[in-house]
């Protein structure tokens, strides 16, 4: 019975080893895609980036800021990419998708 179980675990090692092995290419080509991407940096005031890139699709509402140790944290979206503020100051942006063909997760059902 042992016997039997082998190959069948062997195969299934063998295939998630292959999805992960895709799943990091894909992720290292997106991050390349996205350093090509001008997003605004670290530090930004919410001022410099609206001046530079425009007024933002939506301000989302803040979150956190009910104890020191959680500063209150924006999101303003815009087309291609998302920035994330602590206070006033930029501490992330991130890429929506590098580009249109892009399939991203699938959806949760």
Known sequence: ???RLFPLLAALALA???SSATADTLLM???QKESAMALPTRGMSMNQVE??????RSKLDPRGGNKPQHPVINRWEYDNFIVYFERTHVIDAVAKRAD??????????
């Open 1 to 3: 019975m042992t016997f």
């Open 51 to 56: 001046s530079r890139y425009g007024t933002p």
């Open 29 to 31: 080509e997106r991050t």
């Open 16 to 18: 998630v080893v292959a």
């Open 100 to 109: 249109a063909s892009e399939l991203g997760p699938k959806p949760v059902n």
